[in-house]
């Protein structure tokens, strides 16, 4: 049997990784649009620098995984998490509500007031801000939860389901007293130790796998999947942009399921309303340098003030020796969604709004002090969990299985999917092939 997987990021890699001892496949191609492999986690490398599309982590509950993530890699470091939060001006250590002692007192007061005479306890919550209210009370959600989710979704949690989020544990009466009166507690304990590559980004994973693959795989780079075809023998063509041409009885979709759609030639008008109503966010990635390091020995900061434009800030010198400068590199990221107002800033408007951010969380003294390495945009970037999103999606599924055509990765199945849960998609997928 032939095999076509559309795609070489982490899924598209990691599905051939599984399937390619089977005796029963043939030949893997693997077709990916971009001139390298690994997609999101592609490092960017630019002026003797190397950042991600968005900081990285290797972390996981799921061990197996993570073991394997860590075994393709040459070598790797290992770090402690210490993340913070910038309100008014202050840092709070992440999590928001294990180090509420750090607000200004009124803030501190009304959050923990409001935890515990909270109304809302009660409830089944419908959308993610009756979740947040529930399990934080009104006083965290509107300081801090409400504020920095908005930032990063562009989009109101009232208009979100609550899949990201139910997960999250509700703080006990005792560990919010605790945080209150001083004790910083160490919160979401799954992702306090975690792994980086020695060198080479995070990129070094997914090119990990590909060294492992075997002579059965083949990756055809710089070549865009245009149009795919279910043919009357029930095999699959792809073509791609080049006018290459694949066929084969199988057939694997890792790319987004907006361009998947876009190629196939038998979408029928309320599949497409479908997949045309699925929403997602798009990324500003800025790799800035600072004149002077002013941050301490931390990684990632959250920004929920409205006027900074950035919502988070990654220092790239924490993640070891190959990531560190002469001052203080830093990761900027800004979301955004086709046509919204930060779309539609120039790129000067841009630098000049995250060199302001820069001076106003206190990174830089002066706007000048901030040097841009480099400012990239990528389109596919988070999954966005709006209230239509599960219903659009079992529809969208249940039209591919009955064409035969399998789905899987972060936005080949669109759903919020990090590297160690693309992986065991990819492993389960292989398993039940
Ligand atoms: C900002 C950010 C931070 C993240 N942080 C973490 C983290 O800390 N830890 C973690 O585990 N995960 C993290 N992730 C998630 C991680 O990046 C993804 O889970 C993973 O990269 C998804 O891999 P994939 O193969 O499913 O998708 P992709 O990497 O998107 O792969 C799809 C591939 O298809 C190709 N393609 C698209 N269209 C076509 C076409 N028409 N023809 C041919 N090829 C095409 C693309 O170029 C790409 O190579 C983060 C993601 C983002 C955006």
């Known amino acids: 049997m032939k095999l076509t997987i559309l795609g070489a990021g982490l899924s ?5 990784y599984f399937l390619q001892d089977r005796s029963d496949i043939e030949h893997i191609d693997i077709i990916e649009k971009d001139d390298d492999i690994a997609g999101l986690c592609r490092s960017i490398r630019k002026d003797g620098y190397t950042y991600d599309i968005g900081p990285h982590i290797l972390f996981s509950k799921d061990k197996e995984m993570l073991e394997l993530m860590l075994s393709v890699l040459d070598a790797k470091n290992d770090l402690k998490r210490s993340n913070q939060i910038i309100y008014k001006g202050r840092w709070v250590q992440y999590p928001f509500e294990n180090d509420l002692s750090k607000l200004p007192k009124d803030d501190l007061d009304y959050c923990v007031s409001m935890f515990k005479a909270n109304p809302y306890r009660g409830y ?14 009104e ?37 919010i ?7 910083t507690v160490e919160g979401y304990v799954h992702q306090l130790y975690f792994h980086f590559p020695k060198e080479g980004g995070i990129e070094a994973v997914p090119k990990g796998f590909a060294r492992k693959l075997n002579s059965k795989c083949q990756i055809h780079l710089n070549n865009a999947v245009k149009s795919v075809k279910k043919q009357t023998d029930g095999t699959f063509k792809v073509v791609t942009d080049k006018g290459q041409e694949f066929v084969s009885e199988r057939l694997i979709s890792t790319i987004p399921i907006q361009a998947m759609t876009a190629a196939y030639d038998k979408v029928p008008a309320d599949i497409q309303s479908h997949v045309d109503d699925l929403k997602y966010n798009s990324i500003i990635i800025a790799f800035v340098k600072t004149k002077e390091d002013l941050s301490g020995d931390n990684f ?16 790239m010198d924490f993640l070891g ?8 590199t830093y990761m900027v990221e800004v979301t955004y969604r086709k046509n919204d107002y930060t779309d539609q800033l120039s790129e000067e408007e841009l630098k000049s709004r995250i060199a302001d951010g820069m001076v106003r969380i206190g990174f830089a003294k002066e706007k000048s002090d901030s040097e841009f390495i480099n400012i990239t945009k990528h389109q596919y970037a988070y999954v966005i969990y709006d209230l239509n999103h599960k219903e659009n999606m079992t ?20 759903e919020y999917w990090n590297m160690d849960k693309v992986l065991r998609e990819a492993k389960n997928m292989a398993e039940n092939f």
């Open 12 to 16: 598209g890699l990691s599905l051939a």
């Open 124 to 137: 089944v919550p419908q959308n993610m801000l009756q979740f947040f209210l529930k399990t934080f009370g």
């Open 139 to 175: 006083g965290i959600t509107n300081t801090y939860l409400r504020p920095y989710n908005e930032k990063i979704w562009k989009y109101d949690p009232s208009f979100m389901d609550t899949q990201m989020v139910e997960r999250i544990p509700q703080p006990t009466d005792e560990e």
């Open 177 to 183: 007293m605790r945080s209150a009166s001083g004790e």
């Open 300 to 315: 990632a900061f959250m920004n929920p003030e409205k006027d900074i434009i950035f919502h988070r800030i990654s220092k």
């Open 321 to 328: 020796d190959a990531y560190k400068s002469d001052s203080a």
């Open 395 to 414: 529809t969208i599924r249940e039209f591919y299985k009955a064409e035969g055509i399998d789905l899987n990765g972060r936005f080949g199945n669109f």
